[in-house]
């Protein structure tokens, strides 16, 4: 150990009582700030993944779409894409924004055409037994009796006030022009399934059947409005979705065909989430510059008081940067000791609100009933380093101050 450290480590036991209070305070503010930070952080991370989670279970990691047109040769598209490198499947389907009325409400929905075989392996929220379960066209199709099926979101169901079994009619605005004017279309389907995705957009507004019914209603053939594409890596799929338009276009001599990925077709909310996180780091980071002025304030009150200490190390020999590095090292070892208590209070907290789930949310008001954590080496690594890096800051002018001392002046005032 070098005299430096030797000397630095000596301070730090220091019995004077007002030094030591500051010193324990810092160390204080310090680990609460820290601790906060990491907890905060994890469940904003938790959030997000969460989010990402539940949105991916719904929607596709990447959406191909037509100007002015639909896919009538989509099933060639589809291999196409399937080709192309990245890409894990594609499906095939029918969007349209429709009416369903049961026999005593009316609403609003976003139909959603699908081909159980294909998107039971795209929509996780929905296992593709279930789809095809509710969804397969049987022998019965094509007869009076038969009435298709279709699977609503929950809060969907609840505001058309129906179960499952019950009779609703599909009400699509591409009906014909008759002799009085233009008439929807309209069709009988019974509620084969209802299904929570567990975000109230989806549950409040989706509603699925089967690819060919979808095509009846809307009288557009046998071709398809979109074709969805699940990627092997979701933080690629931006790349992928240019390179699918961009191949797409080559090989069809035309500019028609453009894509959507996930992060795009969601920017907004996930935007939301990351400044939100920023301004959480932010104000929690406060907490430990606050306590990194206590590091500061402390550091002073003992140059006050080793004056003639100083002098003395100097006189004997001792460099301005050999006085600086006693005072940054004591500094540096209230900050590293609050940081460590405060990163294993941290984790601690953050273990303790994933496995136990003592802290419980109200469902109407949240998308989720319990904190979810998700903890990051890379946070954790970002906060302690943020913490690290003030609380040297917070040494230097102290440490200067010590450096800059006249030993002579110092011993005859001292």
């Avoid at 019995?15 to 030591?20: E, G, L, P």
């Avoid at 294993?344 to 789930?357: D, F, N, P, Q, V």
Wanted: hydrophobic share 45%; charged share 20%.
């Amino acid at each position: 150990m070098t005299f430096e450290y030797f000397i630095g480590n000596r301070y730090l036991r220091v019995k004077q009582t007002f030094v030591s209070l500051i010193t324990i305070l810092s160390i204080a503010g310090i680990t609460i700030g820290v601790m906060a930070l990491i907890i905060v952080i994890a469940v904003m991370s938790g959030a997000e993944a969460e989010f990402r989670s539940r949105i991916l279970g719904v929607e596709s990691h990447v959406m191909i779409m037509r100007y002015s047109s639909a896919f009538t040769d989509y099933r060639r598209i589809i291999k196409d894409i399937e080709k192309i490198d990245g890409v894990k499947t594609a499906s095939p389907y029918v969007f349209s924004q429709i009416m369903l009325r049961s026999s005593s409400r009316v609403s609003g929905a976003v139909l959603r055409g699908i081909d159980p075989g294909s998107a039971g392996q795209a929509i996780k929220s929905l296992d593709k037994a279930f789809l095809e379960q509710r969804l397969i066209k049987n022998q019965n199709a094509g007869t009076p009796a038969f009435v298709p099926g279709i699977i609503l979101g929950q809060e969907l169901a609840r505001n058309l006030g129906v179960i499952e079994n019950d009779i609703i009619y599909l009400i699509s605005p591409r009906g014909m022009i008759a002799p009085i004017g233009h008439i929807p279309a309209m069709k009988r389907f019974k509620v084969t399934g209802i299904f929570e995705s567990g975000m109230y957009e989806y549950d409040t507004s989706l509603a699925y059947v089967h690819i060919k019914d979808a095509q009846s209603i809307l009288h557009i053939g046998d071709s398809v409005t979109n074709i969805g594409v699940r990627v092997n890596d979701i933080y690629k799929a931006d790349n992928i979705a240019e390179n699918i338009a961009e191949n797409l276009n080559q090989k069809y001599k035309t500019g028609s065909y453009w894509a959507r990925d996930w992060m795009q077709m969601n920017r907004n909310l996930f935007s939301a989430l990351k400044l939100e996180k920023k301004a959480m780091f932010i104000i929690l980071t406060l907490i430990v510059l606050v306590a990194a002025f206590n590091i500061a304030s402390s550091l002073i009150m003992m140059v006050m008081g080793k004056t003639k200490d100083i002098a003395i190390l100097k006189a004997m020999g001792a460099t301005d940067k050999s006085i600086r590095r006693i005072f940054v090292f004591k500094g540096m070892i209230v900050g590293l000791t609050g940081t460590v208590i405060g990163m294993c209070l941290g984790l601690t907290g953050c273990i303790l609100l994933k496995h136990y789930e003592f802290i419980k949310l109200p469902g109407d008001v949240y998308y989720f009933t319990t904190l979810p954590v998700k903890l990051e080496a890379l946070d954790v690594f970002v906060i302690v380093s943020a913490a690290m890096i003030i609380c040297y800051l917070a040494t230097l002018y102290p440490a200067r101050q010590a450096s800059k001392l006249n030993p002579v002046e110092a011993i005859r005032y001292g």
